[in-house]
């Protein structure tokens, strides 16, 4: 019994170890198995967030601040920061015939009510035009770039079918201003004329777009010369005008204008003749402008050592041709005097003992025989004299020609670059659109000695404190420069009442540092022009506004106790001081 | 029990488990709206930058230089300042103390204090001490003083000068023997040479007689320099230059010689 109960016991002892251990195996399974999900649950959760990372959460940090902020076409500013041409999200007016459902009357008004209200907000705007637009029930434009006063007040209309969309647009805040130099962006976003068809890959590039790109333009300093210059052009009945301003040591285009100019914000209309820059496109026989490098061509070479020999100045009759001068100087003149007067005879004889090939080599050397070297894509090419002999030499009537600025025609830009290496010691240095770094100047090419350029200041002075210049003088600015009125060649020679008259003038002569360059194509003699139409009533008057306005703003200050020394040419002179 | 202890232990890992869980989801939660804040104050950033732009744009369009020119022309009315409204160095305020014109009267002072024999008395003083921070612009001017001054004009300022130092000496007891020394000695010098002397020592007197009462060194110079252009002083404008710059040597080359003297 005993063994029995005993081995009863053990039997149900063992039966209960048995199931102890059963359960335990059971228990640690289970266990495993909720460590194992645990795992494959973090590790599921892992790779979810992982994928999520990976696929959804990168994206709205993809727009980065800097790349938000990433103007889609660069910015153009002035020297000093001043934009002149930015991506603008400027608002259009759309209309949308779907705006008030499929079907019926698009507009609440009549189109006619709705085309006067809106020509009542945009006088300019063509009545009959926005009639036809309405009543077409296509979505177009209405207008493109809205100023917001101008889109409240069509909102103010009520009619849901216009609508604002905001677009990037090119803005020049300026208007007109520069519009030569700057061109203007079209309906595709591409740049045309000038330096936004030079830059656009810069402007576009998302590198480099980022930053603005300064050009050398100062923007007072263009505000002036461009309504100084349409002054000019109103008063004279020009037909256009053009002008420039350089900085003469480091070929800085400080302003330059054509006139008339274009809106570059009206890209529909931007496109058409006044496109054209004349300052860098069109070429002039620029006439007795040229006369003050063939003296410094002469005095360089040797050829004029004493300013007080005398010329005879009667007409000069060479190859069948006769040299004039405007009026009759007496019998004879000296260099100082030919320059004051404009003498084409003296200046000629001159140009003939200097000879053809000195002359030529002095307008290679400043880069008259090719295109002018600036930024701009618009670049005329001289009409250079080819000479006539196979070797491109100069007969000398042609060297007498060209001494006095006919016979070669190039444009604006290539005076005032001439004139700046004629002022600054005698280097020529190529214009730039661009800001130039102080300490990276280009070093340009010599072409005058020192000594030349400062005699040239001195002669170039005494022209606007005595000659022909003398409307130029702005008190304090110690302007010097050289009037050129040339008559344009027309069919069977030269056309007496057509003129191209030009101031070319450097400030302040006792150190120059700009040279201004003021154009005027076809003035008439006119009441405000005492009714000449030549350079010195027309061309130096601007010029003598001009550098008032602009020479503080740039630096130079107006001294009249201050002036470059003429007194060593000033007895030369038949009716200055001395004689 | 040891199935509870167990259980109690694996609720424990299960509680720490889920407390760590709850930390990370708030620990993610808050860095997901820090993200989102900073998102928002980065949109917001973009945004204002753009209001900013559009604002000035706007304000470069009405400010544009047409419309401002157009403003002045109707509102306005300024013009670019003319050279006498600045004044670039004391050299220019100087000059505005000169006279209209040549034989203009004096102005009108009040004090009788003879300043211009102090200022002729201390700026040799100055300028002798501290000759090596000279501007070199006047050691220029003053070289150029001497070049085209001719040979008279130099030597009557010296005149001048030793006349001056006397006065002050006098005046302040104090001596300058070698200074009056060389002035003297420079005089005998000149009287040989005789006739120019005498019309030399008659400009002196009138010339500070002049100065005396304005009380300029460079006024004697305009003094003179008016006397001698007397012919060509109905000339206006351009004559006019040459009596500044005459003026203006003439205070350099007092400056100098009285460099000599103290020396």
């Known amino acids: ?579 | 029990m040891i199935l509870s202890a167990q259980r109690l232990r694996s609720i424990g890992w299960l509680a720490l488990l889920a407390v760590c869980g709850a930390l990370v989801m708030i620990l993610s939660f808050r860095v997901n709206a820090l993200r989102s804040q900073v998102h928002r104050a980065e949109g917001q950033i973009v945004a204002l930058k753009q209001q900013k732009m559009y604002l000035e744009t706007e304000f470069e369009t009405r400010a544009n230089q047409q419309q401002l020119k157009a403003w002045n022309d109707l509102e306005f009315g300024y013009v670019a300042p003319v050279a006498g409204q600045y004044l670039e160095n004391e050299r220019q305020l100087a000059v505005l103390s000169k006279p209209a014109e040549p034989d203009a009267p004096a102005p009108i002072r009040v004090a009788t204090v003879d300043d211009s024999v102090i200022a002729a008395a201390a700026f040799p003083a100055l300028s002798g001490s501290n000759a090596a921070v000279r501007p070199l612009s006047e050691t220029h001017e003053a070289e150029h003083a001497d070049d085209d001054g001719g040979a008279g004009k130099p030597r009557s300022r010296a005149l001048d000068h030793a006349a001056a130092t006397a006065t002050l000496a006098e005046k302040l007891g104090t001596l300058h023997a070698a200074g009056a020394r060389q002035a003297d000695a420079a005089d005998e010098k000149r009287e040989k040479h005789g006739k120019p002397i005498a019309k030399r020592t008659a400009t002196v007197d009138k010339a500070k007689s002049t100065a005396s009462r304005e009380g300029g060194a460079q006024t004697k110079a305009v003094g003179k320099s008016a006397r001698s252009d007397s012919k060509s002083a109905a000339k206006s404008g351009r004559e006019a230059k040459p009596a500044v710059k005459t003026a203006q040597k003439t205070i350099h080359g007092d400056r100098k010689t009285g460099v000599k003297t103290s020396r």
């Open chain 1, 1 to 579: 019994m005993n063994q029995l109960t005993a081995s009863a016991a053990i039997a149900t002892g063992r039966v209960q170890l048995a199931s102890v251990r059963q359960r335990l195996l059971v228990t640690a399974k289970v266990r495993v198995l909720v460590v194992a999900v645990g795992f494959v649950f973090l590790t599921l959760t892992a790779l979810v967030r992982l994928t999520q990372l990976g696929l959804f959460e990168q994206a709205p940090d993809r727009r980065s601040l800097a790349e938000a902020l990433l103007p889609p076409r660069g910015e153009i500013t002035d020297r000093n920061g001043v934009p002149l041409a930015r991506a603008f999200p400027s608002y259009s007016l759309w209309f949308n015939p779907k705006a008030l459902g499929e079907g019926g009357n698009p507009l609440v008004k009549t189109p006619e009510e709705v085309a006067r209200a809106l020509v009542q907000i945009f006088p300019d705007a063509d009545y009959k035009d926005l009639v036809e637009r309405l009543k077409s029930g296509r979505g177009s434009y209405l207008r493109k770039r809205v100023l917001p006063e101008e889109a409240n007040k069509v909102f103010a209309l009520g009619e849901p079918a216009l609508e604002f969309p905001r677009e990037n647009q090119r803005y020049y805040p300026q208007g007109s201003l520069a519009a030569n130099v700057l061109g203007y962006v079209d309906e595709e976003g591409k740049g045309h004329v000038g330096m936004e068809q030079v830059l656009e890959p810069r402007l576009l590039d998302p590198a480099q777009r980022g930053t603005p790109v300064a050009l050398s333009i100062d923007s007072r300093a263009q505000g002036a010369l461009e309504d100084e210059l349409l002054r000019g052009m109103q008063e004279s009945n020009a037909k256009g005008a053009a002008g420039i301003v350089l900085d003469v040591d480091s070929g800085e285009v400080v302003a330059l204008a054509s006139l008339p100019s274009f809106n570059p914000n009206r890209s529909d209309r931007a496109f058409n003749d006044l496109v054209f820059n004349r300052v860098s496109n069109q070429v002039y026989e620029l006439g007795s402008t040229f006369k003050p490098i063939t003296i410094a061509a002469a005095i360089d070479a040797g050829v004029v050592t004493d300013l007080s020999v005398r010329y005879p100045a009667a007409p000069l009759h060479i190859a069948g041709r006769t040299i004039h001068d405007s009026h009759n100087f007496g019998a004879s003149l000296n260099v100082p005097e030919a320059l004051i007067h404009s003498s084409n005879i003296v200046t000629a004889q001159v140009a003939d003992k200097l000879g053809g090939p000195l002359l030529k080599q002095t307008m290679m050397a400043l880069h008259m025989n090719q295109r002018p070297t600036i930024e701009l894509p618009a670049r005329g090419f001289p009409l250079w004299p080819r000479g006539e002999n196979k070797a491109g030499d100069w007969s000398r009537i042609t060297t007498m020609t060209v001494s006095y600025g006919h016979g070669i025609a190039v444009t604006p830009l290539h005076l005032a670059c001439a004139y700046a290496a004629l002022v600054n010691g005698g280097i020529w240095r190529p214009a730039t659109l661009f800001k130039v770094d102080p300490a990276h100047i280009p070093a340009g090419t010599r072409v005058f000695k020192a000594s030349t350029s400062a005699r040239i200041r001195q002669l170039l002075r005494m022209i606007v404190a005595d000659g022909t210049g003398r409307k130029a003088d702005a008190s304090g600015f110690r302007v010097g420069g050289k009037t050129g009125s040339a008559e344009k060649p027309g069919n069977g020679g030269y056309r007496k009442t057509s003129l191209v008259a030009t101031f070319a003038a450097a400030f302040p002569m006792d150190k120059p540092r700009y040279v201004v360059i003021a154009m005027l194509d076809e003035p008439q003699g006119t009441a405000a022009t005492s009714g000449q139409r030549t350079a010195a009533w027309n061309a130096a008057p601007i010029v003598g506004r001009v550098v008032p306005r602009i020479g503080p703003l740039l630096g130079v200050v107006p001294d009249a106790s201050r002036d470059v020394d003429i007194s060593d040419l000033s007895p030369l002179i038949g009716n200055g001081e001395g004689e």
